[in-house]
Structures are given as C-alpha cells and as structure tokens.
C-alpha cells in the first residue's frame, strides 16, 4: 500500500510539474531603413511586437558607433507602444522623457562630450523615465543570471544584455562592446536575439547566423562586474561596464 501511495505522489507531481513557457515569433521584413524588421513574439499568449531599429539607420555617425545601447533601448520601448527612436533618445531635449539629456538632468549630471557609450546603468534609468519598470543587475552569478533572464522570457519580459568582443565556438556577438535584446525562448530551446547592429534577429553582425540557448550567451559572451563604479552614466572601462536589465511587471 504504501509502494502504491508513493507511486501515486510520484505520478501527480509529474502531472503538476511546471512547462517551460516556449515562445513563437514571426518576423516581417519592412524595407524601412530605421527598422528593417519587425518582430511578434508570442510566450503563452502575451505577444509582444518589436521594431528592430538599426543603429546605422538615422544618418549619425555616432550612432552608427557608438548608438547600440540606445537602439536596444528603443527595441524594448517599442514592445511596449512607445515610439521613440534612438535618434529621439540620443539627441532628443531635456524635457524629452525617453532622452539622455533628461535622465542626466534629473541625476544632475552634465551632459558629457559625445562619443561616449551608454551604460546599463544609464539604458536602466533611461528605461524608467520612459514609463518601463525594470532593475539593472551588474554582479551575479552565472546560475542565478541564466535562472533570471530564462524566468523573465518565459515571463514574456524582454531583456536586454551586455555581450563582449571575444569569439567563441565560432560566434562573434560584436567587434566591440554591444547590447543585444533578448525577446525570448523559442521552442528548441534557443534565445530569440534581437541585434541593434543593422536591425538582424538571431544573427551577429561580425559571423552571421547562430543560435544560442541562455545559459550558452551567459557563459561565452558575457560578463558580471567586478569594478565598483559600475553606476557610472557613461562607459567607464570594462570592469564597470557588464551586466543585464530585466524588465518587470
């Protein structure tokens, strides 16, 4: 009797166990020069609808350079029916939400010489001004990142990550620091990535396509802070530079 009541206890947690929400996506192509794609993500029913801006569509030497963090900013604003572009972003006025200028205001910054990159710190706070709930993390853990960032995908929340320069197993995610936006999971297990550099999905600009599961993008091509100045606005060397956004509720 008591083979058969553990049996039975065995069976029912199986039964109740919880299914990873795996997300389907259609990708539209646009001609549109500033978005060459759009993409409809679809995780368990909550669809989301990104413009995947190209950083070197808005005719701006720096952002063509340097504007990656903007344009990943602007993608995730875009999911969520605010139409700012990173052009409105970068060079938009202080009393313009979505623009640097506003979110250095408000932290009584000055605005810096242009040509320097946007840090997470900076994207988060910019996120927020914006009306877009989110916290930035800068040190963990490669278990509790792959555990957060796979809880907000299947969640339907995008996330928006730091990628290094270096090539591994054949992928090269960037010629230099960049911002990727993550927008899911699809059903084979592999990240949905979203790459501000020419407004390409699941593609590097440097090696071309890839597929990579989270655990895969967390472990070969990013990295958790080991500086302490990692609230900086702007980039202030690699150590303080790393790290995630997730987006919440």
Same mark, same amino acid.
């Given at each position: 009797?008591?083979?058969?009541?553990?049996?039975?206890?065995?069976?029912?947690?199986?039964?109740?166990?919880?299914?990873?929400?795996?997300?389907?996506?259609?990708?539209?192509?646009?001609?549109?020069?500033?978005?060459?794609?759009?993409?409809?993500?679809?995780?368990?029913? %909550?669809?989301? @609808? $990104? #413009?995947?801006? !190209?950083?070197?569509?808005?005719?701006?030497?720096? +952002?063509?350079?340097?504007?990656?963090?903007?344009?990943a900013a602007a993608i995730v604003m875009s999911a969520y029916g605010k139409k700012y572009?990173?052009?409105?972003?970068?060079?938009?006025?202080?009393?313009?939400?979505?623009?640097?200028?506003?979110?250095?205001?408000?932290?009584?910054?000055?605005?810096?010489?242009?040509?320097?990159?946007?840090?997470?710190?900076?994207?988060?706070?910019?996120?927020?001004?914006?009306?877009?709930?989110?916290? %930035?993390?800068? @040190? $963990? #853990?490669?278990? !509790?990142?792959?555990?957060?960032?796979?809880?907000? +995908?299947?969640?339907?929340?995008?996330?928006?990550?730091?990628c290094h320069r270096k090539k591994v197993k054949g992928v090269k995610l960037a010629n230099?620091?960049?911002?990727?936006?993550?927008?899911?999971i699809d059903k084979k297990g592999n990240a949905i990535v979203l790459n501000p550099a020419?407004?390409?999905?699941?593609?590097?600009?440097?090696?071309?396509?890839?597929?990579?599961?989270?655990?895969?993008?967390?472990?070969?091509?990013?990295?958790?802070?080991?500086?302490?100045? $990692? #609230?900086?606005?702007?980039?202030?060397?690699?150590?303080?530079?790393?790290?995630?956004?997730?987006?919440?509720?």
């Open positions: 009797m008591r083979k058969f009541i553990a049996l039975l206890m065995a069976a029912l947690m199986v039964c109740t166990a919880t299914v990873s929400a795996a997300s389907t996506y259609k990708v539209k192509t646009t001609g549109n020069r500033r978005y060459p794609r759009i993409v409809t993500v679809n995780t368990d029913g %909550a669809k989301k @609808k $990104y #413009k995947v801006y !190209d950083q070197t569509g808005f005719n701006s030497a720096y +952002l063509s350079q340097r504007g990656c963090a903007h344009t572009t990173p052009y409105d972003i970068h060079y938009g006025a202080v009393n313009k939400k979505c623009s640097e200028r506003h979110a250095l205001d408000k932290l009584d910054k000055r605005v810096a010489v242009t040509g320097q990159s946007l840090s997470i710190f900076s994207v988060s706070k910019i996120l927020k001004n914006a009306g877009i709930k989110n916290h %930035a993390v800068y @040190k $963990y #853990k490669e278990p !509790d990142a792959v555990r957060e960032i796979t809880e907000n +995908l299947e969640a339907g929340r995008p996330v928006i990550i730091m230099s620091y960049h911002m990727l936006v993550l927008a899911g020419l407004g390409l999905v699941n593609k590097s600009h440097c090696t071309g396509k890839f597929k990579l599961t989270v655990k895969q993008l967390v472990r070969r091509h990013m990295w958790s802070c080991t500086g302490k100045q $990692y #609230k900086s606005f702007y980039f202030n060397g690699a150590a303080n530079y790393g790290g995630y956004i997730i987006i919440d509720k």
